[in-house]
Structures are given as C-alpha cells and as structure tokens.
C-alpha cells in the first residue's frame, strides 16, 4: 500500500519547481496534457513532471486526441460547445471548431477528415467535416451520448448511451443505427484491442466490464467486475482504459475506488490493483509503455504508475477536476 502523504508530498514538490513559458518545442518530447473541467484549461508537464503551461480553453475541456502528426491537439469543451484547437509546438489555441450542445468525447475517422462527437445533450453523434467545418451527418442516440471509437476500417463507429445502457452500432456511410447492444448501467467508454476482435465497455454504475465480439457485435462470455481490497462492488465506478500494444496488458480506472487495475488480457486475471488518486478517471500509456498516467478527478491530481513494478510512484496536482490525459511522444 502507497504512502498517500509521501505520495502526494513528493508531486507537490515537483509543481513548486514549475516554469512560467516553455521554449519552442519538437514533436515527441514526451510532454503531458491534462484537461481540467472546472479549471479551464489544459495543464503541460514536460518530462520531469514540471508545470511548463497552463493553457486557457474554452469552458469545460474534457475529451482530448492528437492528430496523427501529433502537430495539434484537439480538446472537447462541453460548455461552450467547441472543440478547440491547440497547437503543440507553441502550446497555443489556434482554432475552434463549433459542435452540437455539451460535445464531450470525439473520435476521428481514420483519414482524420472528419470528426465523431458525441453530443450529450443533444442526444446524437455528430459528424463534422474537417475541411468545411460543416455537420455532415447528425445521428439520434440513446440519452447522454459519451464513449465515442471509430474502426480501424472507418466503416463502423460505437457510441456509449448512459441513460439507455447500450452501446450503438453505426453505419458512418448510412448514418444509420444498425444494432443496439445493451450493457450494463451508465456505459462510458472503449477501448479496441490491438487485433481488433475485442471491444471492451465500462459502464460506470453497475461495476461492469463487457466486453464486445467485433465480428458479431455480441457481447462475449460474463461481465467483468474488479474490487480492490477495502472497497464495496458498489464503490467501483469503472471509466478509463488503455491497452498495451501487444494487447497483453489491460488498465482500467476504478473510479471512487481510488484504484487502477491492470489485468491479464486473455485470462482476465488482476497483475495488480494499483493505489491512485480519488476517482480515477482518465488513463494513458507513455508510448514506450513503461509509465501510465492516471487523471484523478477528486483528488485535483495526475498519478503515475511504473508498469515494471506496477506501482504509484508520484502524484501531482494539476487543477480543478482533471478529466483526461494524453501524452506527446
């Protein structure tokens, strides 16, 4: 069991070394993004977990995802309905782009010409063309849209309805809902294993992992549910996750169980429950897989995890509930 006061003593003192302005910077320098939702902006920290800017947003930043070049960095905010545009190398807003009411996750098609955004009070998915920032498709969904992953392939999206318990299935030429796959209370968000046959789906209030055959669009054997020591099943609010590259290794965030785990893949088997920050939210792997970096949304805290010993080994504050967190390299 980590020290929570060691824990966060030692992230605090790396946030007292923090600079005021970055120097012009190349792609892959391994800097890390966090989207605060009641702090505005979108928190960077270079490699050594230094504050090196705090970039002002438009209201309620959540969602976030590079372009391929990771040249831009594309950030939901939910209240001004807007994704907006951040510039990597200068760490600047440099566009906006206007969405349906309360955009909160997104996804590109894989030719990056046209965005995926769930809607959450609007109730639908919409797509946007790149080029001419025009709605092009405008597709009904179950109440409170959220998760939002597009196939490899571009032929097929998957969207999350927290209210309805389901998962859509979309035809991105048709815009049309083929199938509605039910899943446990409030589905949140996807994760696609790397061979592609797997979708795995939170669902944040019934503790549930379901995992999703991709040729079928059946859900494959029993629920999954993971409680750490000293937690209920009803304290685990699964959100986030990430899987490693070989898809050996999957991390899920437990939310007000205070926890990541980090499981066997194939055999569905806790490697290890990994002691984070309050409300575990957001989860992202450093590309060389030998951190992962957790968005604590209670707690105003990222938490970094050493995938060798798959332990907490740092916690940082960065601001007013942190969202989501992806990393530059």
Same mark, same amino acid.
């Given at each position: 069991?980590?020290?929570?006061?060691?824990?966060?003593?030692?992230?605090?003192?790396?946030?007292?070394?923090?600079?005021?302005? +970055?120097?012009?910077?190349? &792609?892959?320098?391994?800097?890390?993004?966090?989207?605060?939702?009641?702090?505005?902006?979108?928190?960077?920290?270079?490699?050594?977990?230094?504050?090196? &800017?705090?970039?002002? #947003?438009?209201?309620?930043?959540?969602?976030?995802?590079?372009?391929? /070049?990771? =040249?831009?960095?594309?950030?939901?905010?939910?209240?001004?309905? $807007?994704?907006?545009?951040?510039?990597?190398?200068?760490?600047?807003?440099?566009?906006?782009?206007? #969405?349906?009411?309360?955009?909160?996750?997104?996804?590109?098609?894989?030719?990056? &010409?046209?965005?995926?955004?769930?809607?959450?009070?609007?109730?639908?998915?919409?797509?946007?063309?790149? =080029?001419?920032?025009?709605?092009?498709?405008? !597709?009904?969904?179950? /109440?409170? +849209? =959220?998760?939002?992953?597009?196939?490899?392939?571009?032929?097929?999206?998957?969207?999350?309805?927290?209210?309805?318990?389901?998962?859509?299935? !979309?035809?991105?030429?048709?815009?049309?809902?083929?199938?509605?796959?039910?899943?446990?209370?409030?589905?949140?968000?996807?994760?696609?294993? +790397?061979?592609? #046959?797997?979708?795995?789906?939170?669902?944040?209030?019934?503790?549930?992992?379901?995992?999703?055959?991709?040729?079928?669009?059946? @859900?494959?054997?029993?629920?999954?549910?993971?409680? +750490?020591?000293?937690?209920?099943? =009803?304290?685990?609010?699964?959100?986030?996750? $990430?899987?490693?590259?070989?898809?050996?290794? !999957?991390? @899920?965030?437990?939310?007000?169980?205070?926890?990541?785990?980090? @499981?066997?893949?194939?055999?569905?088997? *806790?490697?290890?429950?990994?002691?984070?920050?309050?409300? $575990?939210?957001?989860?992202?792997?450093?590309?060389?897989? #030998?951190?992962?970096? *957790? /968005?604590?949304?209670?707690?105003?805290?990222?938490?970094? @995890?050493?995938? /060798?010993?798959?332990?907490?080994?740092?916690?940082?504050?960065?601001?007013?509930?942190?969202?989501? *967190?992806?990393?530059?390299?």
């Amino acid at each position: 069991m980590i020290d929570r006061r060691t824990f966060i003593g030692a992230g605090a003192a790396l946030v007292a070394t923090a600079v005021a302005m +970055p120097a012009a910077r190349a &792609k892959g320098t391994g800097m890390i993004f966090v989207s605060t939702e009641k702090g505005n902006e979108v928190v960077v920290f270079d490699k050594a977990l230094t504050l090196v &800017k705090r970039i002002a #947003t438009s209201r309620r930043p959540r969602d976030m995802h590079f372009n391929a /070049a990771k =040249e831009l960095l594309y950030v939901a905010c939910g209240d001004d309905d $807007a994704i907006d545009v951040i510039d990597v190398r200068k760490l600047e807003i440099v566009d906006s782009i206007p #969405t349906g009411p309360s955009p909160e996750v997104f996804a590109f098609s894989p030719d990056e &010409k046209i965005i995926y955004v769930s809607n959450e009070e609007d109730s639908r998915l919409e797509a946007i063309d790149m =080029e001419t920032r025009v709605s092009i498709q405008d !597709i009904p969904t179950g /109440a409170e +849209p =959220e998760g939002v992953l597009v196939m490899p392939d571009g032929r097929t999206a998957y969207v999350t309805s927290e209210v309805a318990d389901m998962v859509h299935v !979309i035809d991105t030429t048709t815009g049309a809902v083929t199938k509605n796959i039910l899943v446990g209370t409030r589905p949140r968000r996807f994760i696609l294993t +790397p061979d592609q #046959t797997e979708l795995w789906v939170s669902c944040e209030l019934s503790s549930e992992i379901f995992i999703i055959d991709t040729a079928t669009n059946e @859900i494959k054997g029993e629920s999954l549910i993971y409680v +750490p020591d000293g937690f209920r099943e =009803e304290d685990v609010t699964p959100v986030g996750m $990430a899987v490693t590259r070989d898809g050996s290794k !999957i991390l @899920i965030s437990l939310g007000r169980a205070n926890h990541v785990v980090i @499981i066997d893949a194939k055999s569905h088997d *806790v490697l290890s429950y990994v002691l984070v920050g309050k409300r $575990a939210w957001s989860v992202d792997l450093s590309s060389d897989e #030998t951190r992962a970096y *957790v /968005a604590n949304g209670l707690s105003d805290d990222i938490t970094v @995890i050493d995938m /060798a010993s798959m332990k907490g080994i740092v916690s940082v504050p960065v601001g007013r509930v942190p969202h989501s *967190v992806v990393i530059d390299d």
